[in-house]
């Protein structure tokens, strides 16, 4: 097989050494992000459904949900959710295979209650979040197969494409590492922390900005002052969390939008501002690899949700993103590194139609050098095309 | 005060001793008692949240809940269901109060959840049923005070009535024990018994019928063998049962539909056929007094879920009912009693606008001798009106 | 053949002759009425359906519907509806035939659409009312054939009662009149008079008490004083009325709850209160025979919206109805009948477990004298018993 | 007022330049661009109402709509939807303003379904799809002015940024052109073609494949023959137009998913994919200029829906696209330009943190020349904020 990749100058600047640079994440808590979780939850729950029941993923979609905020009246000390978060997950699945019914909405519903208590603990289900669920009956034309015993090849479904890039700027390194320290590590000794946790961050030379909106939890804050220390400790932690990945300039501000005197804060009875006013829906927050980054290609289709064995738009931006990650670690003298993956529909998805590496190399180094060790990983990478599913099944892959 | 308070012979037999008699009741775990008791736990929880945040009871009114069956795959041993039970509450409640917001979707959905976890003890919350709720802004014009300290009568909102009788039959008292004593005594041994029970008695003569239809869970049974001891060990409890309340001939079927060549027999996962294909709504089941009993007048008014305060179909139901009770239990000599409130708007609902109470008297008991009497009782309960509220927010008063 | 049918002596007086007597109709604006309508024409439009499509009627079950209630600014000359009315077809339904699809939700949605045009033509559809539709996947074990060529005898689905009555007494008349009368040849002239009429009659004695509630249309009212008017036209239309069918004293009332100084009157921007705070459900108003009789025996049976082939609670219903209505019709000498039929589960349905018929004489006349005479209808007319699934699919019978 | 403005050499080749190019665009039959469309089209229903009855735009926002695939069954000369699309509108609302009810709720539905008529004429409202909406109450606290009489400049909502670019390459104007003609010019006279146009271009060096997939309407396709020349028309048409645009080679696909043999052809009822699978969400789609455009940043800012008065993100994307246009018409020599606007929350949004302009000159032509020219533009631009706000609300502007 003789797959159409290639491999060619990135003809700008690394994003590195660009003048300005934008960089954003939606933390988990996020109601964007709350339902890109949910999506894909509720997708690993079909797949080993089907997997356990039938032995093969059959035909389905769960890349939407709509989450309808609520409202609460957050106190001091523990407010309250006055109307409840409302959530649909939608989508379609194969509801019956061989003549046994497959209980795909309660599977779907118990993936859902089982993200969310992981995912906004403070969120009591049934009470504070109503989820409904609409699954749409599937074509169950799904002729790949993957299975435990075969993991065919399957045809590209659509013409779409994935991209990708590494390895990531210090910027980036940070905006994606506050989101995901402050909601583990720290969030362990700090339960005030609630999940959703934005971080935007902004480079203009060498003076990096790091704007973190956090959303407190009322329960664990008795007062202002304790509101002010519990900001205070989360910018001292992200400026902490910067200086061990960059030698620039660092600035840290969390919830700049707060007014003390008017009592103006960002204080939350679940932790998230889903609660009050915010919406979310699959695919509109952080792309596959856990960032916003408008001085790179972005790809605008939704990862979460999507089938793992055939979603070409699902496959091709994961595999991109591990693609760059894998060239970059184990190739010296990349600055810059950007690969797109294009299919067209029809063609087995380990042949995209093609397979495009871009990179800015460091001081000294040709293209030419590293050409051939780009294509062959590149193409070691396509034969494995299903190891990506796998990947997602197991949960070892986050999609936003 | 004068009230319109008559008494007159009742033109007709006593119901127990008409030659046919039908009567009918729908178990807890009937689609249709599901939701009059979870309307009528919704009520009672927002009554009780307005009383605790503003002292008094405000406008609202919770008597419309909509179940949409949900699809289930039993199997001996324990099967599970494949399509959520959907359960709409509907009604309207007042959100605001002098500045406040008051949580009352939150109140309804958490009182939904628990009362489901009571009465339908098999059915997993967020997976085997989804309960969602649509109270719309109430009028906000109650003027109508029912608070901790002054219990003002209110005047009629509509122009309604309500019936009752006393006592009850040896059929309507077989029916109405042979549910509540096999969801209570018998179910705390024999946890294959679901909720959904419902009782059919019918009487021709002096031989009665009793025509019980009882889910069996499907977790606690086997196989056919254990179902059919299941169905006989309910048989013979009911026919026990049966025995102590009458000494009329009794015969008892359980399960008729059942066709075991054909393998159709009532197993179910949750205990109720609302899994499977049964609708319910409010106030199409039972009367306020437990029973459906079409040789007596009924009243079609929901006595489910309606706002205790000022809703005079429900005061006046319950009331009717308690005052036919109250009767027949201080008056000697009364063989059949029939007691209606009929309300006129804008009238204090302590004055209807007729006290209608027909007797059929014992042999050698004349109207004349205990009519006074009659007429006292009556009086002092309507004196004594906003009783039923209190009970009625006390959950002492079962409406279904 | 044998049917058990068994005539005897009804133990009371006639209806008539009693001294209180009530008597209501809920309009088919009326939010109860709305979904009986709505049900009952999408249950006619799936029998239709199915006729058309496969020769015969599948299962279906189309007998719940919830709405949920609007908000509404009505004002003289015409307001808005500001939050839409919400309704909720709900039922199960065989969606696939010999594999085909078969468009249910479709046909529901267009029978939905069609009956509200047609019933309470001020409201706009998509705008003023939102109608939504969950039909479950029926069973589709119906075996029973209600066909274009064969219509068998099914047999009976649960252990069910019907009960019907005849001759209407004059109250009961005047009642059903009133409304049938306002709503067509009275609103022909009268535009203003919404569909949400509520007809209320009390009798004592010979004194009959009429109360109508009516909901006036704002665009067609300009002020007070032409409020008043519509409400002096409506009063004097059914005084007349009313005078045609009785000799009895009569009262009417028009909106009583009306305050004109306080600016409360009953103004609506559509004809009914369902746009504003009034829910309703299939079911819960008028009986089978249009009237709601706290005199007489019901059956709580919603019979809108069922299968009309093999759904015994309504053909028994409208059966007994239309029994007792023969019956009265050719036999001389009856005063006031009841009929009642019970059915056992999985007997031929024309073949009751008892049809029972109790018959309070005119002065003079024996039961002995016509007891052949009715036993041969009542036979007659079970042996027809498809009739009524013929007349409902035709829609030649209202069921409300 | 001096404002951030940088003007800068873009460091990579203009995109027309570049080896490899990808664009794509989905029509406005698109699940996702119906829900954009939609959404845009109910948020300027609101700004309006809330212009018309309290003279200025209060708090809102819709950019959230959820579309639910249905289920049809197209055939030759024409076949019918079987299970409704549903679309649930969301977002937040101001409900009351001084005393007065705004009917946000019945005006977002009607604006919806005049959309619907519009943009999918095929679609029967109310049985071919459902609408309904969830808006919650708004915060209310907007304190922002766009009113008839003072267009205040607002603070930022958000720190978020909007990117746009001019001029369009070769391949992007085919892509944006081709499903801009098809769906108006082409479409007046080939009824057969549904909105549902997908584009898809590619370039590689000097050749433009162009891939459309054109759902088509069954009533007007009798046969394969008429369907295979209805793909034919499309494609030469298709052809036509990008010679218009070109020099390149040119090559145009349409509908390559085909299978003639296996009867496997893109055969609509109503000429979109949502009637069959494909689920749709606001913001998942095209960017601000109508594009997906990989080559580029981009932003994920859904911008349909939002509130244009003070929601920077909506503000920010049209603007940017709007300078870039106007900076590449008015000055000489630029190749390609990007323009990136961030916010600052609390800032006035005329005064972004930083206004960016990037550029590739052409040949000869150097940044310093042109650079106070663009900054010129660029300021006049932002001191005209309001005007984007404007031209949104007034319908001039497209969103996707």
């Avoid at 290639?6 to 640079?21: C, G, I, K, W, Y």
């Avoid at 079909?46 to 957050?74: C, F, I, M, W």
């Avoid at 998230?272 to 792309?287: F, K, L, P």
């Amino acid at each position: 097989m003789d797959r159409n990749i290639q491999v060619s100058r990135l003809d700008r600047q690394a994003v590195e050494d660009q003048e300005v640079e934008i960089v954003e994440r939606k933390g988990i808590g996020h109601p964007d992000s709350i339902c890109d979780g949910l999506a894909e939850s509720v997708s690993r729950a079909l797949s080993q459904l089907y997997l356990d029941r039938v032995g093969k993923v059959l035909h389905y979609n769960t890349d939407e949900t709509q989450l309808v905020a609520g409202r609460a009246a957050p106190a001091f000390g523990g407010g309250e959710v006055v109307e409840p978060i409302y959530i649909l997950v939608v989508g379609r699945a194969t509801k019956e295979y061989d003549g046994e019914q497959l209980p795909v909405d309660s599977t779907a519903l118990r993936a859902a209650r089982e993200y969310l208590a992981e995912a906004i603990p403070e969120l009591e289900y049934g009470t504070d979040v109503v989820v409904d669920v609409k699954l749409g009956e599937g074509s169950g034309d799904l002729q790949d197969v993957f299975g435990e015993e075969t993991q065919q090849v399957p045809m590209a479904n659509d013409t779409s494409f994935g991209v990708g890039h590494a390895p990531l700027t210090e910027t980036e390194t940070i905006v994606h590492e506050t989101e995901r320290e402050l909601n583990t590590t720290y969030y362990a000794d700090h339960p005030e922390l609630g999940p959703d946790v934005k971080v935007m961050g902004k480079r203009e030379g060498d003076r990096i900005d790091i704007t973190v909106a956090a959303a407190m939890v009322d329960a664990y804050i008795d007062d202002l002052d304790d509101y002010d220390d519990a900001v205070t400790d989360v910018r001292e932690f992200v400026e902490g969390l910067a200086r061990d990945h960059t030698d620039r300039e660092v600035n840290v501000d969390v919830n700049t939008a707060d007014d003390y005197e008017q009592g103006s804060i960002y204080l939350t009875v679940t932790g998230t501002s889903a609660e009050q006013g915010d919406d979310g829906s699959v695919g509109r927050g952080n792309r596959a690899n856990g960032l916003i980054t408008p001085n790179r290609p972005m790809s605008m289709e939704a990862t979460s949700g999507k089938n793992p064995v055939n979603h070409i738009g699902k496959i091709y931006n994961l595999l991109s993103t591990h693609i760059a990650e894998s060239v970059t670690e184990e190739v010296d003298g990349i600055r810059d590194l950007q690969v797109r993956l294009l299919s067209q529909i029809g063609r087995p998805i380990d042949e995209p139609h093609v397979a495009d590496a871009q990179i800015v190399t460091a001081d000294g180094v040709d293209i030419a050098d590293i050409e051939d060790q780009v294509v062959e990983i590149i193409d070691a990478e396509l034969a494995d095309v299903t190891g990506v599913t796998r990947r997602v099944i197991d949960g070892d892959v986050s999609t936003f």
